[in-house]
């Protein structure tokens, strides 16, 4: 079992910046591949960032590249998100989600990760 929990969100200006943490705790995090993505509301939840167990792979959304970094410290068993230049249209709210599968692919479909945070909500004022 493995228990992720989403830390960082909040209101901030168009333009501005934000950075998300997901801390994981019990299975192995470092054998995972973990993945960012977000529901804005009356919207499906979408993928927003992957990033493979040993940072070496990462893979943003069209609509977030050159503005989000993820990013992951296997020491301390955290995954995130630098958000910047921020818009209205990144407001939902975000989940940070584990992929153990041994395959090893870097997956941006939401079905295909086994573990999931709680959230946390992103609102980006215009």
């Given at each position: ?27 192995t995090?470092s054998?995972?591949n ?46 995130y ?7 209205p249209?990144d ?13 090893g ?7 295909e ?7 946390t909500?992103v609102?980006?004022s215009?």
């Amino acid at each position: 079992q493995v228990q992720l929990v989403e830390s960082g969100g909040g209101l901030v200006q168009a333009g501005g910046s934000l950075r998300l943490s997901c801390a994981a705790s019990g299975r192995t995090f470092s054998l995972s591949n973990m993945g960012w993505f977000r529901q804005a509301p009356g919207k499906e939840r979408e993928f927003v960032a992957v990033i493979s167990w040993n940072r070496g792979s990462t893979y943003y959304q069209d609509s977030v590249k050159g503005r989000f970094t993820i990013s992951r410290d296997n020491g301390k068993n955290t995954v995130y998100l630098q958000m910047s230049s921020l818009k209205p249209e990144d407001t939902a709210v975000y989940y940070c989600a584990a992929d153990f599968s041994p395959d090893g692919r870097l997956k941006m479909v939401d079905g295909e990760y086994d573990y999931w945070g709680q959230g946390t909500q992103v609102t980006v004022s215009s």
